[in-house]
């Protein structure tokens, strides 16, 4: 794969996990566990910051392998992200255990990229939202990730 192309890729998802780190690091206390909005159809601890942080976390991990089958998140997350319907975690994750996911994420998306060839870039992906090329993934991903850092960011604005 064209290392020009390797090299853009990294500094753009690279952007957008330092964006996604600054926003759960500048969080205050009082706000990791707030509700940040409320909808009808939604229930509010799904709105909590570090729920919203977990979430990303655990979907640019995942997206990183290409499959959702095999897939086991570090300890201490779990598998029940995956399940649409299903409760938050047992417990909330702490500011330093995303910060630390996300520091263990940015080094295996960094090795990804480099590690990417015209083979695995073409690699048929399947998910329940539908299909693409591992490379379509890796730009699905990064739009996921800085599309969340963005919201958290808003949020954290429109708190003060």
């Not at 009808?40 to 290409?66: C, M, N, R, V």
């Not at 996921?144 to 963005?150: I, M, R």
Request: charged share 20%; hydrophobic share 40%; with cysteine.
């Amino acid at each position: 794969m064209d290392s020009v192309l390797k090299t853009a890729l990294w500094q753009q998802f690279g952007a957008s996990i330092d964006f996604l780190a600054h926003s759960i690091s500048i969080c205050p206390d009082h706000l990791w566990r707030a509700s940040l909005w409320k909808t009808p159809k939604t229930a509010p601890e799904f709105s909590q910051f570090w729920y919203i942080a977990y979430h990303t976390l655990f979907w640019f991990d995942l997206y990183l392998t290409g499959a959702e089958e095999g897939f086991v998140p570090p300890v201490p997350f779990t598998l029940i992200e995956q399940d649409d319907d299903g409760p938050l975690p047992e417990r909330v994750y702490t500011k330093d255990e995303l910060l630390g996911y996300l520091r263990d994420c940015r080094s295996r998306c960094g090795e990804t990229i480099e590690s990417l060839t015209d083979e695995t870039a073409q690699r048929h992906c399947q998910f329940g939202w539908g299909q693409c090329s591992f490379l379509e993934l890796l730009l699905y991903n990064m739009r996921h990730v800085h599309g969340h850092a963005s919201q958290l960011n808003m949020l954290l604005g429109c708190a003060g």
